[in-house]
């Protein structure tokens, strides 16, 4: 390929600009079509989530691509975003063969092996429910599947869940119109606890899990229940209701959206029909947008998901978790990259102690070890920027985008478990806007003026 073109079209990918990228090597004419030019194509649909495409490109070039471990890369994240994940797990797996060491596919394969597990349980069940039809999956009682004593302490009274979610009691015509306006048979539980109060907030907001989801490592939360009606913006068909969720936000139409969660819409609670039929009685799931729509069994009916909700105080380890970050700050060994620029680093006395100082403060500040968008997180940023530059100085956006997980982020023992890019994109905008970041022939460096106020700040600690 053209260097001045495939400069070109890296400097679009940095930036973002993947349709221009499509656009531009679509239109080239076929006898420049080579594996290089195919396998960027193919990088630039999976960025714009237009997986389908980018497996097809990838298959086209599999003979060439067998040695070349950003191939499988990219051929197992489009299997990754398609829910394939049996598949993404090997593709993953043979690029780490090919390349060891890096984080990223060591990542990928760690999370496409239990997706894998999870969606083949989730089958497994499915199956077996289906076999045994759906009629012992309901109420375990006969009678009303909730106590009046259950009742009376399950709501949580607020003006709020009273504006946005609470609606008079649903009659049966209501209840008939919505049902066919959703397409599904409400449980019998569900109605009758909206009979009791028509929507609201529960006192008890989590539910335990067995397997890890995007909330905690054994619960998810939610932020309310859904009513039966369309005048409130979280009821079963209002404004915020589940047939937007389905049809504008994606979730799989497999049944009906009775909670929202935390995230605001980035994943919520369902009942799932896709063992009973439409007219049968419905499993309980939770299903998270950001990780491509994973379902989550929660339990076998309405009335169990109800009775299973437990309050705040079952899951609150925040003193705990904050004890042993503030250990971690103190003591974790630095990882081996953060310890060389450290190492390299003569500008600034006991620099080592000075970061544990700041980390520590952030610590303190907001009982866990995270950066984001406060002052002193972007001072660490910067810290973490200017001890990279200084010892690379051949360092492009990409590039430093790339290797800033290394450093702290997932830096083992002193380690943060994870970030999100988004945060570091946003500083690094921030900066060069103030111009205390500016770039030299593609390389990014702080100005001296940036650099001399930086030791200052680190002076202080």
């Known amino acids: 390929m053209n260097p001045t073109l495939l400069e070109q079209l890296n400097h679009w990918n940095e930036e973002d600009e993947h349709q221009q990228i499509v656009d531009t090597l679509l239109a080239l004419p076929e006898e420049d079509w080579d594996y290089e030019a195919i396998s960027l194509l193919g990088r630039a649909y999976n960025n714009l989530q237009q997986y389908e495409e980018a497996l097809a490109l990838f298959h086209e070039i599999a003979d060439a691509g067998q040695k070349d471990p950003l191939w499988h890369y990219r051929m197992g994240y489009a299997y990754y975003h398609m829910q394939r994940y049996e598949e993404a797990a090997k593709a993953f797996a043979r690029s780490g063969e090919l390349e060891p060491g890096d984080p990223d596919t060591d990542l990928f394969v760690e999370w496409s092996l239990r997706k894998a597990e999870k969606q083949r349980k989730q089958a497994e069940r499915l199956a077996a429910r289906k076999a045994a039809g759906s009629a012992s999956h309901g109420s375990s009682a006969e009678g009303p599947p909730f106590s009046d004593a259950f009742l009376s302490s399950f709501w949580k009274e607020s003006d709020y869940a009273q504006n946005s979610y609470q609606s008079e009691p649903p009659t049966d015509d209501l209840i008939s119109s919505i049902e066919e306006e959703l397409g599904y048979k409400l449980p019998a539980s569900y109605i009758a606890l909206m009979k009791h109060q028509n929507g609201g907030i529960p006192c008890n907001t989590n539910f335990p899990t067995e397997e890890a989801t995007s909330w905690a490592e054994d619960h998810i939360a939610i932020t309310g229940i859904l009513g039966i009606g369309r005048e409130k913006r979280y009821s079963l068909c209002g404004d915020l209701g589940s047939s937007l969720m389905i049809e504008e936000w994606g979730y799989p139409d497999i049944g009906v959206v009775i909670c929202n969660c935390p995230s605001a819409g980035h994943d919520v609670v369902m009942l799932d ?49 904050k004890e042993a970050d503030l250990h971690k700050v103190a003591h974790g060994a630095f990882s081996p990259l953060l310890a060389e620029l450290c190492a390299n680093a003569t500008e600034v006395e006991s620099l080592e102690q000075k970061i544990r100082t700041i980390c520590t403060q952030v610590v303190e500040e907001k009982g866990h ?84 106020e930086l030791l200052q700040q680190l002076e202080n600690f």
Not at 281 to 310: C, M, R, S
Not at 382 to 406: G, H, M, N
């Open 369 to 452: 070890f995270s950066f984001h968008a406060d002052e002193r997180s972007y001072l660490m940023y910067d810290v973490q920027f200017w001890l990279y530059t200084k010892s690379y100085p051949d360092t492009d956006r990409a590039k430093y985008l790339d290797i800033y997980k290394d450093m702290i982020a997932f830096g083992g023992e002193f380690g943060q478990r994870g970030y999100a890019p988004s945060w570091i994109t946003s500083w690094l905008d921030q900066r060069m806007e103030e111009g205390r970041i500016i770039q030299d022939h593609g390389k990014l460096r702080f100005t001296d003026q940036a650099v001399s």
């Open 273 to 321: 029909y896709r063992a009973c039929g439409p007219d049968g009685e419905p499993e309980v799931i939770h299903v998270d947008q950001e990780g491509d729509y994973e379902i989550t069994f929660l339990a076998e009916n309405f009335e169990a998901f109800i009775k299973g909700l437990v309050n705040d105080e079952v899951f609150d380890t925040s003193a705990e978790d």
